[in-house]
Structure formats: structure tokens, C-alpha cells
């Protein structure tokens, strides 16, 4: 059994009329510590798919493993607890707290958890040491993405989700956003789905999974990874 693993999950929204199926019986599975890509045109799915593996969303029917561990027909309790201990999320539109500072954003994050990342350390791997007193009005877009992050990772969690990271940045922004994830994936071991329209990335990860009107269209690994640091055309 992977690390994750989804079985025939399928996910609709409205009745009637407006019923309208997202996903159409989706299976894979991801190992631990690996690079994963998810992606798609808009309407595809990408986004409800890591809905529901995050336990934001609830599918219809289907399986979701996540080491070891069935998410789906979990209580709100269990489901509250699981996204707590297991997952970390990194969405494109920042989601920080605009009345609280750098550190404080990270530390909303760093309450919920037995065994969080040494804050210090965070801080100075992803370059905002000394910015940890500003608040968010006074970040760049790539200092308030790498906010976000340190608030995902100082969870220290097992599966990190993250919903078009590089969506509102430019191309040197994007560039510095994935050089840091793959430092975080090679650090810290964490286990990444990185939804994404760019086709530059599925050269950096280590399985590239493409869906297509709710199904997978492609699933496939790497043999060979490029450096972030050497992609073509962020």
C-alpha cells in the first residue's frame, strides 16, 4: 500500500439540474517523501481532488488512505484532528492574518501541534528572519508566500497541500517559491501534492499525475528530476 492512496473517489456537487460531477473515479497512490504534481485545466478537478484529501471536502464515495489511516466516513472530530496532526496546507492567495506579524502568523499554526519545527530555524531557512515583526501589508508577495509556508511547515506535517503556490507570483518569484519547497522536500522529507497549471514543474517532481473532465488522463514518475533552479519558462 502507498504512503497515499486514493481508490475510484468520486465527488459531485448539486441535485437535479444543476448536478454536476467533478471527479469520475480517481485512483493512485504516492510513496513517502516524494515530489507529487497534480494537473489539469481549469474544471478538471485538481483543486476538489486535494479538497478532499485534505478533508475539506467530503467525497461522494471511493477511499482515501493516508498512512494507514481511512479519511473518508470520518467524523468532524477525527476529520478536525487529521487535518491537525497529518497535513499542512499552502494555498495561491496567502490567507494570512493582516493584524498579525510574521512570527504570529506562524505561530497560529505552531499551537496546534505536540511537535512543531523549531521556529528560529523556519524562520532563517526561509528568509524571513528579518522580517518576522512586519505584518502582512508591509510584505512583498514572495515574503508573504514564504509566510504561508512557515505557517504550513511549522506543523512539521507528514503531507504538505498546496493549491497553485505559484499562481500569483512572476517568473524570478516562482523560481525562489520552488527552490524552497524542494529544499523543504530534501530537509525535512515532507511528502508534497503541488496542484499547478505550469508545465515547467512536472519536470522538478518525482510523479506528474494530469486529470482530464474528472478523470486521470496520465500517470506517470520521473526517471530523471530537473533542479528547480534549472526549469525553462515559470
Do not use: W
Not at 27 to 53: H, M, R
Not at 69 to 87: C, D, F, K, T
Not at 109 to 125: F, G, I, S, V, W
Amino acid at each position: 500500500m502507498a504512503y497515499l492512496q486514493t481508490e475510484n473517489l468520486k465527488k459531485s456537487y448539486g441535485q437535479g439540474e444543476t448536478y454536476t460531477p467533478v471527479l469520475k473515479g480517481i485512483s493512485f497512490g504516492v510513496e513517502k517523501g516524494t515530489l507529487v504534481a497534480i494537473q489539469g485545466n481549469s474544471g478538471s478537478g485538481k483543486s476538489t481532488l486535494l479538497n478532499c484529501i485534505g478533508g475539506l471536502d467530503t467525497p461522494d464515495s471511493g477511499s482515501i488512505v493516508m498512512d494507514g489511516q481511512q479519511v473518508v466516513g470520518l467524523n468532524e472530530q477525527a476529520l478536525s484532528r487529521y487535518r491537525r496532526s497529518e497535513l499542512g496546507f499552502i494555498f495561491q492567495f496567502y490567507n494570512l492574518i493582516p493584524n498579525l506579524t510574521v512570527r504570529e502568523n506562524i505561530q497560529v499554526c505552531e499551537y496546534l501541534t505536540k511537535h512543531p519545527l523549531d521556529m528560529e530555524n523556519l524562520l532563517r531557512t526561509l528568509g524571513l528572519k528579518e522580517h518576522e515583526n512586519k505584518f502582512p501589508s508591509q510584505l512583498s508577495g514572495d515574503q508573504q508566500q514564504r509566510c504561508a509556508i512557515a505557517r504550513a511547515l511549522i506543523k512539521n506535517p507528514n503531507l504538505l497541500l498546496c493549491d497553485e503556490p505559484t499562481g500569483a507570483l512572476d517568473s524570478a518569484t516562482s523560481r525562489e517559491i520552488l527552490l524552497l519547497l524542494e529544499q523543504v522536500n530534501r530537509d525535512f522529507g515532507t511528502t508534497m501534492l503541488i496542484v499547478t497549471h505550469n508545465n515547467a514543474i512536472r519536470q522538478m517532481v518525482d510523479q506528474v499525475i494530469v486529470l482530464k473532465d474528472g478523470k486521470i488522463a496520465d500517470d506517470y514518475r520521473n526517471k530523471e528530476k530537473i533542479s528547480a533552479a534549472l526549469l525553462e519558462d515559470l
